[in-house]
């Protein structure tokens, strides 16, 4: 940032400083030359013809300096067949006519005909009334002083913008260092956390950074959240398979004869928990994702075609908005609407009803049968992992533990109403709308 600002201060000041040189010098450079013009107007207006057809000055030129020899400031005339009329300043020497070249207009120029002086030389031809000879005046004036006027004003700007860049780089520098001062705050409380000093930035930051600060504690908030439940989770599986563990050590020690079947029933136990927990893994691992998103019926329409060759003479109608998305993982919304589904055609009296709505900003699902119903006494025990109402038929008892705690896991819920319409269950998936 500060390079940046250096090479963009340096670029401004050095394209205005060229600008501004070569607005002074031709503003200097004019003034010069409107002094000579002055002195070239006035030789034009006080020339008049002598009785011998010569130039001659009514008046004297008013610049003394035109009497000194070598004093810088010069004039001629000069007329073809007659003598050049020179300053007393030129002494011996004459400026340079070229007599193919007339200006009617003053002409300005710079020559280096005299050694080690450069001049400035302004000419115009005039016809003076009572001759008819053109007569070419000049003014020549050194270089000398305009040159050292011009390197004055040169040193004087380069002078002012270089103070002026060095104090703007310095100033860009400062402000930079500061303004990022705040990062170098964050920096040292994220070190102080990663030591263990403290697990949240609590300084007191400027609101440019705040925000973030405020992101990066929440992400932080989050992170213990996630580890929270996985150390949970850990604890619960745990907890899940030491009882059959226990089971199967007791039996294999007491060389069981049943212990074939024993191993059986129990690693049964163990794999359906070991599920449960996998799911609940894959659900929290992805709710991190904020891109998480899936549209409901492509979902609701994959898992119908899939219930409907399990239970073929299971009937499953479908109605709502089409165009619904969730804020949810597609597997994981696939496993929700699986269970749900499947549950309604395995209990239900073969009729199967899904509709998809929104209200407000989740988005809801309901799946009716026309089964028995469950008692409202049991619609919260249901949802407890392992818990089965009707044991003649194959499962494992963990599809509405995993749809409820999945649901949770990204903001929703589900609970378990009576269906007026079909007489059976009537679940209710509540889920933020994406």
Do not use: C
């Given at each position: 940032m500060?390079?940046i600002a250096?090479?963009?201060i340096?670029?401004?000041?050095?394209?205005?400083g060229?600008?501004?040189d070569?607005?002074?010098t031709?503003?200097?450079t004019r003034?010069f030359d409107d002094g000579?013009n002055?002195v070239l107007?006035?030789m034009i207006?006080s020339?008049?013809i002598?009785?011998?057809g010569?130039?001659?000055?009514?008046?004297e030129?008013a610049?003394?300096r035109?009497l000194?020899?070598n004093?810088?400031?010069?004039y001629?005339?000069?007329g073809k067949?007659?003598e050049?009329w020179?300053?007393?300043?030129?002494w011996?020497r004459a400026?340079?006519?070229?007599p193919?070249?007339?200006?009617d207009?003053p002409?300005i120029?710079?020559s280096?005909?005299?050694p080690?002086?450069?001049?400035?030389?302004?000419e115009?031809?005039?016809?003076l009334?009572g001759?008819?000879t053109r007569?070419m005046?000049?003014v020549?004036?050194?270089?000398?002083?305009l040159?050292?006027?011009?390197k004055?004003?040169?040193?004087t700007?380069?002078e002012?913008?270089?103070l002026?860049?060095l104090?703007?780089?310095?100033l860009?520098t400062?402000?930079t260092?500061?303004g990022?001062?705040?990062?170098?705050m964050?920096?040292h409380?994220i070190v102080r956390?990663?030591a263990?000093?403290?697990?949240r930035?609590?300084?007191?930051m400027?609101a440019?950074?705040?925000?973030?600060?405020?992101e990066?504690?929440?992400?932080l908030a989050h992170?213990e959240r996630?580890?929270e439940?996985?150390?949970t989770?850990?604890g619960n599986l745990a907890?899940?398979?030491?009882t059959?563990?226990?089971?199967i050590m007791?039996a294999?020690?007491?060389?069981s004869?049943?212990?074939?079947d024993?191993v059986?029933r129990?690693a049964t136990?163990?794999?359906?928990?070991?599920?449960?927990?996998l799911?609940?893994?894959r659900?929290?691992g992805?709710?991190?994702?904020?891109?998480?998103?899936a549209?409901?019926?492509?979902?609701?329409?994959a898992?119908?075609r899939?219930v409907q060759?399990?239970?073929p003479?299971?009937r499953?109608d479908m109605?709502?908005?089409?165009?619904?998305s969730?804020r949810?993982e597609?597997q994981?919304?696939?496993?929700?609407?699986?269970?749900?589904?499947e549950n309604?055609?395995?209990?239900g009296?073969g009729?199967?009803?899904?509709?998809?709505?929104r209200?407000g900003?989740?988005?809801e699902i309901?799946?009716?049968d026309d089964?028995?119903?469950?008692?409202?006494?049991?619609?919260?025990?249901i949802?407890?992992?392992?818990?089965r109402?009707?044991s003649?038929?194959?499962?494992?008892?963990?599809?509405l533990?995993?749809v409820?705690?999945?649901?949770?896991i990204?903001?929703?819920?589900?609970?378990?109403?009576?269906s007026e319409?079909?007489?059976?269950?009537?679940?209710?998936?509540?889920?933020?709308?994406?």
């Amino acid at each position: 940032m500060i390079g940046i600002a250096a090479l963009w201060i340096s670029l401004l000041l050095l394209g205005g400083g060229l600008a501004l040189d070569r607005v002074l010098t031709n503003a200097i450079t004019r003034n010069f030359d409107d002094g000579m013009n002055y002195v070239l107007t006035a030789m034009i207006a006080s020339a008049e013809i002598g009785p011998d057809g010569e130039v001659l000055f009514n008046r004297e030129p008013a610049d003394q300096r035109f009497l000194e020899p070598n004093s810088g400031i010069y004039y001629q005339i000069s007329g073809k067949g007659h003598e050049d009329w020179r300053s007393r300043s030129l002494w011996d020497r004459a400026l340079k006519v070229n007599p193919n070249h007339q200006d009617d207009a003053p002409h300005i120029y710079d020559s280096n005909q005299f050694p080690g002086e450069d001049l400035r030389v302004m000419e115009r031809s005039i016809i003076l009334p009572g001759s008819d000879t053109r007569w070419m005046f000049m003014v020549a004036q050194a270089r000398e002083g305009l040159d050292a006027q011009i390197k004055t004003l040169r040193s004087t700007l380069f002078e002012s913008f270089a103070l002026l860049a060095l104090g703007l780089i310095v100033l860009a520098t400062l402000q930079t260092i500061y303004g990022l001062r705040p990062l170098r705050m964050v920096r040292h409380e994220i070190v102080r956390m990663r030591a263990g000093e403290k697990n949240r930035v609590t300084e007191p930051m400027p609101a440019e950074v705040l925000p973030m600060v405020e992101e990066l504690n929440a992400l932080l908030a989050h992170n213990e959240r996630q580890a929270e439940e996985a150390r949970t989770h850990a604890g619960n599986l745990a907890h899940a398979l030491k009882t059959p563990l226990t089971v199967i050590m007791n039996a294999a020690t007491a060389q069981s004869p049943d212990l074939g079947d024993t191993v059986i029933r129990e690693a049964t136990t163990m794999r359906r928990q070991v599920d449960h927990h996998l799911a609940r893994a894959r659900a929290v691992g992805r709710r991190g994702a904020a891109q998480s998103r899936a549209e409901v019926w492509p979902s609701l329409d994959a898992v119908e075609r899939a219930v409907q060759r399990l239970y073929p003479d299971v009937r499953i109608d479908m109605d709502g908005a089409k165009d619904a998305s969730v804020r949810v993982e597609r597997q994981d919304l696939d496993e929700m609407l699986g269970n749900l589904v499947e549950n309604a055609a395995k209990y239900g009296g073969g009729s199967v009803f899904a509709t998809v709505g929104r209200k407000g900003t989740m988005v809801e699902i309901l799946v009716e049968d026309d089964g028995k119903g469950i008692p409202e006494a049991d619609r919260i025990r249901i949802f407890d992992r392992g818990v089965r109402l009707d044991s003649g038929k194959p499962g494992t008892g963990l599809g509405l533990a995993i749809v409820r705690d999945v649901a949770e896991i990204y903001g929703g819920s589900v609970r378990l109403e009576e269906s007026e319409d079909l007489g059976g269950v009537l679940v209710r998936l509540r889920l933020p709308a994406g």
